[in-house]
């Protein structure tokens, strides 16, 4: 069965600091992967996509990055925190019905990271 | 882009109650999840329903593609049932463009 880690569960960061927030995913090859984050504990946001190793879309400009330098690794990067990038960030990958044997076409959701910027 | 706009925003029920919790859409969409974030953050898959009914358990739901709008049902509620659910679609094919999510009903169950 696939499974999704994220780590670290939680952090706590200066503001100006960098940051590394690291997903990867198991029993899955070639699988999309997301970065969403939920701010004020509603709504979720996608941050970045993607479709394969090097290939990264991003939805919103911000001070954050993302890069996948492994089939199975997803990363957001930051080289300066901001107050605002405070949040709970989630890794999420793609299953497909016929190449997973199922009959959805359903993302799933890693425990995410609980990021507080002081 | 697509909004989504759940109703209600806040619910509190006595256990045993049943609930319906609303999801409308602005465009046509592809893909529609169901999802149940617990007190620690985590989002459960509860539903996968582009169109049409699934059942699983007390939980139900309903989408009705062509009137933009999806029903998730919760009956004989459980405390364990209290949390944030979210519905989050995807309009574009291909699935690489990710979820929009709505902002969610919090639910709360009282003993």
């Known amino acids: 069965s696939q499974t999704i880690h994220q780590w670290p569960a939680t952090l706590v960061q200066p503001v100006g600091s960098p940051l590394s927030l690291e997903c990867t995913v198991e029993?899955?090859?070639?699988?999309?992967l997301y970065w969403y984050r939920q701010a004020a504990g509603r709504g979720l946001q996608l941050l970045f996509y993607?479709?394969?190793?090097?290939?990264i879309s991003s939805e919103v400009p911000q001070n954050l990055s993302a890069s996948r330098p492994q089939d199975r690794q997803f990363i957001l990067s930051s080289k300066k925190l901001l107050l605002s990038d405070s949040g709970f960030y989630l890794c999420?990958?793609?299953?497909?019905?016929?190449?997973?044997?199922?009959?959805?076409?359903?993302?799933?959701f890693g425990p995410g990271t609980r990021l507080t910027v002081l | 882009g697509i909004q989504v706009e759940q109703s209600p925003p806040d619910l509190i029920l006595q256990e045993g109650a049943n609930s319906t919790l609303r999801c409308n859409f602005s465009?046509?969409?592809?893909?529609l999840q169901w999802f149940h974030q617990n007190p620690w953050g985590q989002l459960i898959n509860l539903f996968y329903?582009?169109?049409g009914t699934k059942q699983n358990g007390r939980l139900s739901a309903t989408t009705v593609a062509t009137e933009r709008y999806s029903l998730l049902y919760i009956s004989s509620s459980q405390t364990t049932d209290s949390g944030v659910y979210f519905c989050?679609?995807?309009?574009?094919?291909?699935?690489?463009?990710?979820?929009?999510f709505g902002k969610g009903t919090h639910l709360i169950i009282q003993p």
């Open positions: 999420a990958w793609r299953g497909w019905g016929l190449r997973y044997r199922a009959t959805t076409d359903t993302q799933y």
């Open positions: 029993g899955t090859s070639n699988p999309n």
């Open positions: 993607s479709v394969g190793i090097g290939q």
């Open positions: 465009d046509s969409v592809n893909n």
């Open positions: 329903i582009p169109s």
């Open positions: 989050a679609v995807e309009t574009s094919g291909g699935g690489a463009d990710g979820l929009t």
